[in-house]
């Protein structure tokens, strides 16, 4: 599978895969068509996987900060690389977000169209997302659609990670994207030739309070918190569960973030 392969980003997600499908990576800049297709004559891939984005320097409001690269990354690139991929018959995978809805009790199906535009990051991201699922209709795009990564190794953008950094959890379940499973899962619709929007996450949502008393049971250093309302929670984000519907009838076995949370702590103990 990997030397059909083009992935383009090498950060969290783009170099977990890159390790995983063995295949080429690249770091270049994209700025025009002419760079789009330098990569395309140099590598030739059948397949782009789109792993380019600005998430912010330390969180989601550092894209406030940078408006020009957080536009450029997440809703310019993904377009010029849509029309390239369409073009050069290749098929594009584009690395979405669920960061796109305000929350809503039921979980989230691909069908229902974003609607929150409050950070500048949720804008960007719904903006390159509008234009490719549309496009999914007529020419080989996939959308694969991720929420609040947790891995089984330390990364800073890893939500495990992250959450051992902080004082304060919210007391809210929210969808996880469980990076191991999230490969499995892209390989599998890799190999049905997938086309359009799949929600990549857990079934149901996490307390992030269930998984730091996962790890406070497991680890020798324990990790002192406490649990606040999310009405009290001044920063603007958006809360939410994704529907996995979609996923589980295209044939992957969804998890439920019980199933993974043991697993996750006792491996990413292990990386420490």
């Known amino acids: 599978m990997g030397k059909d392969i083009l992935i383009l980003g090498k950060g969290f997600i783009g170099e977990r895969l890159q390790e995983e499908l063995k295949c080429p990576v690249s770091t270049k800049r994209i700025r025009t068509f002419n760079d789009v297709y330098g990569l395309i004559k140099k590598y030739r891939p059948k397949i782009i996987i789109n792993c380019i984005g600005h998430t912010g320097k330390k969180n989601v409001d ?15 690139v993904p377009l010029l690389l849509a029309e390239a991929a369409l073009r050069e018959n290749i098929k594009l995978i584009h690395l979405s977000s669920g960061c796109i809805y305000h929350g809503t009790p039921a979980p989230i199906t691909e069908t229902k169209i974003p609607d929150y535009y409050d950070l ?32 089984n190794r330390p990364h800073p953008k890893n ?6 950094s902080f004082k304060k959890v919210i007391d809210n379940p929210n969808s996880i994207t469980y990076i191991p499973d999230f490969i499995r ?51 603007k984000r958006t809360n939410l569960l994704l529907s996995t519907a979609k996923l589980e009838k295209a044939g992957f076995k969804v998890r439920t973030p019980k199933e993974v949370i043991k697993e996750c702590v006792k491996e990413y103990l292990r990386s420490s």
């Open 185 to 235: 899962a892209l390989k599998l619709l890799i190999r049905k030739n997938a086309k359009g929007t799949y929600n990549i996450a857990l079934k149901g949502g996490l307390y992030y309070n269930d998984i730091l008393n996962t790890y406070n049971k497991a680890a020798v250093k324990k990790h002192a918190y406490k649990v606040i309302k999310l009405k009290n929670l001044k920063l």
């Open 62 to 76: 550092g894209c406030e900060a940078a408006l020009d690269k957080t536009l450029q990354a997440n809703a310019y």
């Open 159 to 164: 939500i495990l990670t992250k959450l051992l």
């Open 120 to 151: 500048y990051y949720s804008r960007s991201k719904i903006y390159a997302e509008n234009a490719l699922e549309q496009l999914s209709k007529h020419y080989d795009i996939l959308i694969a659609r991720i929420r609040v990564p947790l891995d």
